[in-house]
């Protein structure tokens, strides 16, 4: 049926019934669909796609986490659709805003990062008015402040007639996260299959998953030691002072520091006057944080791994920005001794040596085969890498994220893409990958996958195991060293995975009851609904509130929460602050963090001298909970510096505790000022005392895309305002930094009618 759809290219894919009974139910009403890892869901996709495109003016989106996975998902549409490979557009952050609202009119279906979208959606430049079907790949990340979730509420508000396919191999073990998937994305009906399910079995490969202990060597011992008489010394404090349980190295772990972390954090929160030795605590946790963090690093990925992150450590001690935790671990005698004995060592981990050694076996008994080769950190990744180039069959490839860490520029997009096309010819056949080749990437079948070290995520796990077995049977081995971190995370990874299956049988017996007339969804309505009230609600609360945004503003959270709360938003640039609220208010936000750095570079006082003269009404929004603990700065001079503010500078100053705090913030006082002060939202703030040469400056500022350093130019080209209203747009154009764009922009602010709207 589905598969002879004239929009389908003939004879491309293989008719499987789970698929065609799962597109025929995800057809009729919101689902997501979990299903193995290999076993088809993005042809699932396909059929639905397929079905769509016989509607009149309807479009679809295809939503993808990553951009190499919306390449990939694009590529495959152009393979097996048999419409117009143009009408099958990419979205990605590189495409102008111009370009893609003109795409997004012409396009039938748009590929693409939900990032992207989120944007287009924020400014307005986009609408889901006539999408009939929007996908969500890797659909489990559609939980708290995921671009996934903001894009559903929209569409729940724009979309005449909508439908959603989610789409995981691995949703999670956690029931109540499973139910925020489906309200989050506003599902109704859920699609399980196992590889146990008599309809998939048939095409279900064997995987033999064999885990190999390692011991550490008895050379680790006293460097081992070293640290954890350093941890147990911070550990004693931490307990003296009731922050944790047990002293003890061996019983304590990273989740027992973190609470530790947030113990104090509260306290200090809590008190008006914080006692000096919370932040003496504060200290001592980081601190402890990072020597638990260097033991496991040693441990479980070996003296190479170990040894990057000291001279890191040591190279940020050195700094101007450096913590306080940093610069006493550095001069702590027994790290120091560890430091040094840990360079005199000539061996590695044997895991080292244990990978290389399956890796040769796997090329001599199967020359032509892929394998990847796991690993939690870069610094191995690296090491391994170079390790397995002494193997004569064997052709080692790094394979790593986008994101710049250090030294490490990691890959673009376009290197990535090169090594897998490399791997699949040949020309690489073993890839040393982090978390990145973990989702959805078209990587070939695999022969063998190798953890370096186990995960304690079910997620991820199962994302890697995923990697082999999809057309021939495959090979997990997974290492894990005796008496580590490594041993909790592999039978905590194992009881997840063993809840998530439990879950979904939960899942799947309320299906039943569906199917009896029950609802199967009730639970869904027992989230906490604090951050789940639906956009009418919010729009009902803040109908025509308009907030001015500053476009350095405009990807975070902040904003996005009021998109959701039904706020009107105005990205502009500002000189001065980062949200009008009104003719009067004008608010700087800075983060705990932001706020430290500018104290300590000399910019703060300019800008908050410059908020002031701006507005008649300046705020500053501190955001954060951990300002005296954030840097190693005398609390004295964090205390002078707000004390000046609010004092000296006439600014009130308002804490929140994060993004959604401060949204909450904006929206009421934008709400308060606009409904009940009736005062209009102004594009800029108004300075209270200018020079003429000021006043003329802030006025030709006002003009679209000019800055102040253009304002200056056009001024002294032009000699007065009025010659700049009249001139021409080949006129405009004669001053440096003014192209055809911006001169014709000028142009139409100048000569267009105003219109009460």
Request: proline residues 3%; aromatic residues 6%.
């Amino acid at each position: 049926m589905f598969l002879t759809n004239e929009y389908i290219k003939k004879d491309t894919v293989e008719k499987r019934e789970y698929q065609i009974n799962i597109a025929k139910s995800a057809l009729k009403e919101n689902s997501l669909v979990v299903l193995p890892t290999g076993l088809g869901k993005t042809i699932i996709a396909l059929i639905l796609i397929a079905e769509q495109l016989t509607k009149d003016n309807k479009k679809i989106l295809f939503l993808a986490p990553t951009k190499p996975l919306v390449l990939q998902h694009a590529q495959f549409l152009k393979e097996f659709l048999t419409i117009n490979p143009e009408e099958i557009t990419v979205f990605t952050g590189e495409i102008s805003p111009l370009k893609r609202t003109y795409l997004w009119e012409k396009s039938k279906i748009i590929v693409s990062t939900p990032q992207v979208i989120e944007n287009d959606l924020l400014s307005k430049k986009i609408n889901l008015e006539n999408f009939s079907l929007v996908i969500f790949d890797e659909a489990h990340h559609a939980v708290g402040e995921y671009s996934y979730v903001f894009i559903s509420e929209i569409y729940k508000q724009q979309g005449k007639e909508r439908l959603i396919l989610g789409i995981t191999a691995s949703p999670g073990n956690d029931l109540t996260k499973i139910l925020e998937v489906c309200k989050n994305l506003d599902i109704k009906n859920i699609e399980i299959r196992t590889k146990q399910d008599p309809d998939v079995k048939p095409y279900v490969h064997d995987v033999q998953i064999k885990w190999i202990e390692i011991q550490l060597p008895k050379d680790f011992a006293y460097t081992i030691q070293l640290l954890k008489k350093a941890l147990s010394n911070r550990l004693k404090t931490l307990k003296e002072m009731n922050f944790i349980e047990t002293a003890s190295v061996n019983l304590v772990n990273k989740t027992n520091l973190l609470d530790a972390q947030k113990r104090i954090q509260a306290e200090i929160k809590g008190s008006i006057t914080p006692a000096k030795a919370l932040f003496q605590a504060a200290t001592i946790q980081s601190e402890a944080m990072k020597i638990h963090y260097a033991l496991e690093l040693l441990q479980t990925q070996g003296v190479y791994a170990l040894k990057n992150y000291f001279k890191r450590m040591t190279n940020e001690a050195k700094s101007k920005s450096s913590t306080k935790s940093s610069r006493i671990i550095t001069t702590d005698n027994d790290v120091i001794e560890a430091i040094a004995f840990l360079n005199s060592l000539k061996i590695e981990h044997p895991k080292v040596e244990e990978i290389s050694k399956i890796v040769k076996q796997q090329l001599q008994e199967k020359p032509d085969s892929r394998i990847i080769v796991f690993t939690h950190y870069r610094d191995t990744s690296a090491y391994i890498s170079k390790e397995l180039e002494n193997i004569k069959q064997a052709k080692p490839a790094k394979f790593i994220g986008q994101a710049i860490k250090k030294e490490d520029k990691g890959l673009t997009q376009k290197q990535q893409a090169e090594i897998i096309d490399k791997f699949k010819k040949g020309e690489y056949n073993v890839l040393i990958a982090t978390s990145v080749a973990e989702e959805g990437l078209d990587i070939p079948s695999t022969d063998l996958v190798v953890f370096y070290e186990p995960i304690p995520s079910e997620i991820r796990a199962i994302q890697r195991r995923g990697r082999t077995a999809r057309k021939t049977a495959g090979k997990v081995i997974i290492l894990i060293t005796k008496g580590t971190s490594d041993e909790g995370y592999y039978w905590s990874a194992k009881r997840k995975e063993k809840r998530m299956k439990s879950e979904l049988e939960t899942i799947r017996l309320a299906l039943r009851k569906k199917i009896e007339g029950k609802n199967p969804f009730e639970n869904i309505e027992k989230i906490d609904k604090t951050n789940q009230k639906t956009l009418t609600e919010y729009q009902k609360k803040q109908e025509n509130v308009t907030i001015i945004v500053d476009q350095r503003e405009y990807r975070s959270n902040v904003v996005r929460n009021l998109a959701i709360k039904g706020v009107i938003i105005e990205p502009q640039q500002l000189d001065v602050g980062d949200y009008i609220l009104s003719s009067r208010i004008g608010v700087e936000r800075k983060s705990t963090e932001d706020f430290l750095s500018s104290l300590i570079d000399g910019k703060l006082f300019r800008q908050i001298q410059r908020l002031r003269d701006s507005y008649s009404r300046p705020i500053l929004i501190l955001e954060g909970e951990n300002l005296f603990t954030h840097r190693n700065m005398n609390h004295n001079a964090i205390y002078g510096s707000l004390a000046s503010i609010s004092v000296d500078y006439g600014i009130p100053i308002m804490t929140t505790k994060d993004e959604l705090e401060t949204a909450n913030l904006l929206s009421v006082i934008a709400k308060r000022e606009q409904k009940e002060e009736k005062k209009a939202v102004a594009i800029r703030g108004e300075k209270t005392q200018m020079s003429l040469n000021e006043r003329q400056q802030f006025l030709v500022e006002g003009l679209p895309n000019i800055s102040a350093i253009l304002a200056r130019r056009l001024l002294l080209h032009f000699g007065s305002i009025r010659d700049i209203a009249n001139a021409t747009e080949e006129e405009l154009q004669e001053v440096n930094g003014i192209g055809k764009n911006i001169a014709s922009e000028i142009i139409r602010v100048l000569n267009s009618n105003y219109l009460d709207k």
